[in-house]
């Protein structure tokens, strides 16, 4: 069975504050990794996919990147708008459906 | 181009009633997924389509749950007998072919009372 684990549960940042959120996964034959961003009330939105180790993708403040084991999620110089959930979710060779960990909840502080 | 819409917004429901829930996918897309959500915990898997079939249905948790799909695009969730267990968020995703980019909407928040 697949599994997904996020850590931290919760950060707080300073805006400016650079930071990194970790999604480690298990996976029979990783078919892709997606990170999500979930506004309170909304419905998660997505970020990245990710494919195989070595990969990179940078969307403004965000930069994720994959190994066999683990992905990271890097906040640069984040603003007080980046706060969210982050959701890590991975996708198995022998299904299509996501697997998600819990989340990590970043709160940035003007 | 519109998102996922998902009605009603909110269900208040009580114990043992029978409630459906509607998902209404981004148009052109042909896999359609539900999932459900705990306070405090990523979506939890129920079911995909794939066109009008359910390709996967593993994740539903019992046989009071029941998914339709009858003309490839809207989606209703079924849910009978309901208990107090089922309170959560259920969302709605689809994608363009199933194992591509799933885009998720609101969700349909339900209380049982």
């Known amino acids: 069975e697949d599994q997904v684990t996020q850590s931290p549960e919760a950060l707080r940042l300073q805006e400016g504050e650079s930071s990194s959120l970790n999604c480690s996964y298990t996976?029979?034959?990783?078919?892709?990794l997606f990170w999500y961003r979930q506004d309170p009330g909304k419905g998660p939105e997505f970020l990245f996919t990710?494919?195989?180790a070595g990969e990179e993708k940078e969307k403004e403040r965000l930069k994720a990147t994959l190994t066999k084991k683990e992905s990271f999620l890097h906040i640069t110089a984040p603003k007080p708008e980046d706060s969210a959930t982050y959701l890590c979710?991975?996708?198995?060779?022998?299904?299509?459906?996501?697997?998600f960990g819990a989340g990590t909840t970043v709160t940035v502080r003007a | 181009g519109a998102g996922v819409s998902q009605t009603p917004s909110n269900k208040v429901t009580e114990k043992g009633k029978y409630v459906e829930l509607r998902c209404d996918p981004i148009s052109g897309h042909t896999a359609l997924y539900w999932y459900r959500q705990s306070l405090g915990q990523g979506p939890e898997f129920l079911i995909y389509?794939?066109?009008?079939?359910?390709?996967?249905d593993s994740g539903l948790p019992n046989d009071r749950f029941f998914a339709v799909r009858p003309e490839g695009s809207v989606s209703t969730l079924k849910i009978q007998r309901t208990e107090r267990g089922d309170s959560a968020v259920y969302l709605c995703?689809?994608?363009?072919?199933?194992?591509?980019?799933?885009?998720f909407g609101p969700g349909t928040r339900l209380t049982v009372t």
């Open positions: 996976v029979s034959g990783l078919r892709g």
């Open positions: 389509f794939q066109g009008t079939g359910a390709a996967d």
């Open positions: 990710l494919y195989s």
């Open positions: 995703a689809s994608s363009f072919l199933q194992g591509y980019e799933q885009y």
């Open positions: 979710a991975v996708h198995g060779a022998n299904d299509y459906k996501l697997s």
